[in-house]
């Protein structure tokens, strides 16, 4: 299929492999003796670590119950933020470069 502006070379894209992920997932998913999932226990310890007062369990709790705070982006007290620079893309075809002919050239130590 020939090129489509505007369309990716592997709209798939090759799916890079979760290798830790996927362990620590399959892990999870053991269940103990008492037919427990470890991920159940898991959280259980980490809400028990939140009503504890444990800041980074808190924070942990509240980010996947409601979702994380979007964070404001603002300039100092008195000024607004600015935009310093624009950053676009633009794809075109690549116009053939011409190279000068260095094949005399001598290396200078």
Same mark, same amino acid.
């Given at each position: 299929?020939?090129?489509?502006?505007?369309?990716?070379?592997?709209?798939?894209? =090759?799916?890079?492999?979760?290798?830790?992920?996927?362990?620590?997932?399959?892990?999870?998913?053991?269940?103990?003796? @008492?037919?427990?999932?470890?991920?159940?226990?898991?959280?259980?310890?980490?809400? =028990?670590?939140?009503?504890?007062? @444990?800041?980074?369990? &808190? @924070?942990?709790?509240?980010?996947?119950?409601?979702?994380? &705070?979007?964070?404001?982006?603002?300039?100092?007290?008195?000024?607004? #933020?600015?935009?310093?620079?624009?950053?676009?893309? &633009?794809?075109?075809?690549?116009?053939?470069?011409?190279?000068?002919?260095?094949?005399? #050239?001598?290396?200078?130590?």
């Amino acid at each position: 299929m020939p090129y489509q502006p505007g369309q990716t070379g592997n709209p798939n894209g =090759a799916k890079k492999p979760r290798i830790i992920t996927n362990a620590i997932l399959a892990e999870l998913k053991k269940t103990n003796h @008492q037919k427990v999932e470890k991920i159940q226990r898991l959280a259980e310890k980490i809400v =028990a670590c939140a009503l504890e007062g @444990q800041p980074w369990a &808190v @924070q942990t709790v509240l980010d996947r119950a409601e979702g994380k &705070v979007p964070q404001p982006i603002a300039g100092s007290d008195d000024q607004p #933020a600015r935009v310093l620079r624009t950053i676009s893309w &633009v794809i075109r075809e690549p116009k053939p470069v011409l190279l000068e002919d260095h094949s005399d #050239a001598k290396l200078v130590e």
